[in-house]
């Protein structure tokens, strides 16, 4: 079945640093979503990325769409402390328009 | 403003219980899904539904029924609890994008 990989699992920085997340389908996905999780909350969307090579901004976020259509990322600039919380990538691949298929999400923790 | 509800955010059963989870969506939609979500594993879907009386297996069923008999409401059944269903368990709705609940912690004794 379709698999969605994300890495890193963890990511500690400090703040103002960047940071970066990728994902990875093992099919070619219809379109894919961001989800945040805060910690104790529950996930939220963000954004939806639909075209190959899509790139979408939210204020220091980067949401970027592969050309394949098999890969993404979320890049965030100067981070902060409101930016802790876990960031999943999920996917509709072409055979299903229900099953959304989520990554393992990578928690990312900000030192003041 | 959305909403989606979860019965409990916390509960305590023991093993062999019959254990009922409800999620009611003020959205008006058709999909709703469950999920448990537990450490280092992400989120884990369990059973789906697309309409009223109609739902599909996830990736985790076993040990696990649901019920879909109004369209804003989704229950997950646990038949007889087991302490490996000790998990949080999350609820969405969607229409493309999923809207969560606050989640239900349940341990099981």
């Known amino acids: 079945g379709q698999q969605v990989m994300q890495i890193p699992q963890y990511q500690h920085v400090q703040e103002g640093e960047d940071f970066t997340t990728y994902c990875n389908s093992s099919t070619t996905l219809s379109n894919i979503q961001w989800y945040k999780q805060r910690p104790g909350g529950h996930p939220v969307f963000l954004i939806q990325l639909v075209k190959s090579g899509e790139v979408k901004k939210q204020k220091r976020l980067t949401f970027q769409f592969g050309e394949a259509k098999k890969n993404s990322s979320l890049h965030i600039t100067a981070t902060q402390t409101t930016d802790v919380g876990t960031y999943f990538c999920?996917?509709?691949?072409?055979?299903?328009?229900?099953?959304?298929?989520f990554g393992k999400g990578t928690l990312l923790t900000v030192n003041p | 403003d959305v909403k989606v509800t979860q019965s409990s955010r916390y509960l305590v059963k023991r093993t062999g219980e019959k254990v009922f989870l409800e999620c009611v969506q003020d959205?008006?939609?058709?999909?709703m899904f469950w999920y448990r979500q537990d450490p280092g594993l992400g989120l884990r879907l369990i059973y789906f539904?697309?309409?009223?009386?109609?739902?599909e297996k996830g990736d985790i069923p076993e040990g696990y029924s649901v019920s879909r008999e109004k369209k804003e409401r989704f229950s997950l059944i646990l038949e007889s609890a087991s302490t490996n269903q000790t998990s949080m368990y999350l609820c969405?709705?969607?229409?493309?994008?999923?809207?969560f609940g606050p989640g239900t912690r349940l341990t099981v004794l």
């Open positions: 999920a996917g509709y691949s072409g055979g299903s328009n229900y099953k959304l298929t």
């Open positions: 959205m008006d939609h058709e999909n």
């Open positions: 539904s697309y309409d009223v009386k109609m739902k």
């Open positions: 969405a709705s969607s229409f493309g994008i999923q809207f």
